[in-house]
C-alpha cells in the first residue's frame, strides 16, 4: 500500500477532512511529530505522498526552532525529485522556502471564515472546487511566490494563497480542511491572543464554523480527492 506521511507542527494541527480523501486514495497513513527526537533521522523522500500541516511557528524562528532548518534541507530534497507534495498554512510556507523563496510577517492577521479570489489557473486547477466558498484563515505570516511556481488564490489580505508546481507540488495558506474537527475548540484556546490581534469575537467565529465548516471540508475533500487523481509517482 502506498504510503501518505503526515508532519504535525503541532498536536492539534492535524490533516482533519483531509485525511477522508487521502485514505479514499489508497494510501496507508503514518504521522510524525516534528518533536519527536526521531524526526531528525526521517526519510522525508521515502513516503509516496508527504503532507505537512500547520503551526504557530514562522519558518523564520530557527533559533527557537532548530528543527525547521532540517525539514526545509530535506524538503528541499523532496522537491528537487518533484515527490507528491501537499502544504498546509506553515506546511505551504516551508515549500516556499525550500524552493528558495523568502517567508516573513505579513503585517496582518487574516482570521476568520472568508472564500478565497482564484485566478484562472486557479478555475482550471483542483481548487476549483472552493469557489465562493468560505474556509478557514489563521495566519499572519506570507511569502514570495517561488520561481517555477503557478499562483492559484488571493485574498483580500494576501496575494498569495495557493500555488502548484505540475500535478505533484500543491501549497495551500488557508485551512479548508478545517470545519467538523474538534480540535478547533483547542485553536479557541491555545491561539486565544490571535483572535485579540485580528479583532475577533470567539462566539462569532465559532456561529462561522458552525455555519460554514460542512461545505468548507466537502469543498476541500472534492480539491484533495481530484489532486490525488492527478499526481503522478515519481
Known amino acids: 500500500m502506498k504510503k501518505a506521511l503526515i508532519v504535525r507542527h503541532v498536536p492539534r494541527e492535524g490533516a482533519a477532512g483531509y485525511l477522508q480523501p487521502i485514505e479514499a486514495a489508497g494510501y496507508h497513513i503514518e504521522r510524525v511529530d516534528v518533536a519527536n527526537p526521531d524526526f531528525a533521522g526521517v526519510d522525508l523522500c521515502e513516503p509516496e505522498l508527504l ?19 532540517v525539514q526545509i534541507a530535506k524538503l528541499a530534497q523532496r522537491l528537487e525529485r518533484d515527490r507528491p507534495t501537499l502544504g498546509v498554512c506553515l506546511g505551504s510556507q516551508m515549500m516556499a522556502a525550500a524552493l528558495g523563496a523568502q517567508v516573513y510577517p505579513g503585517g496582518t492577521m487574516e482570521l476568520g471564515f472568508s472564500p478565497i479570489a482564484l485566478n484562472g489557473a486557479g478555475m482550471d486547477s483542483p481548487l476549483r472546487h472552493l469557489e465562493e466558498v468560505p474556509v478557514l484563515h489563521w495566519h499572519s505570516d506570507t511569502f514570495d511566490l517561488p520561481w517555477g511556481v503557478e499562483l492559484l488564490a488571493s485574498t483580500r489580505h ?6 502548484r508546481r505540475g500535478a505533484n507540488l500543491l501549497a495551500l495558506q488557508f485551512h479548508a480542511e478545517m470545519g467538523e474537527d474538534a ?52
Open 158 to 163: 494576501y496575494a498569495h494563497q495557493a500555488f
Open 51 to 69: 503532507i505537512m500541516m500547520g503551526g504557530p511557528m514562522g519558518v523564520y524562528e530557527q533559533d527557537a526552532h532548530p528543527w525547521i532548518p
Open 183 to 234: 480540535r478547533f475548540e483547542e485553536w479557541l484556546t491555545h491561539f486565544w491572543a490571535d483572535l485579540g490581534i485580528a479583532g475577533q469575537c470567539g462566539i462569532a467565529l465559532r456561529e462561522d464554523h458552525d455555519r460554514h465548516g460542512a461545505n468548507a471540508v466537502a469543498a476541500g475533500r472534492a480539491m484533495i480527492a481530484e489532486w490525488l487523481g492527478n499526481i503522478r509517482q515519481v
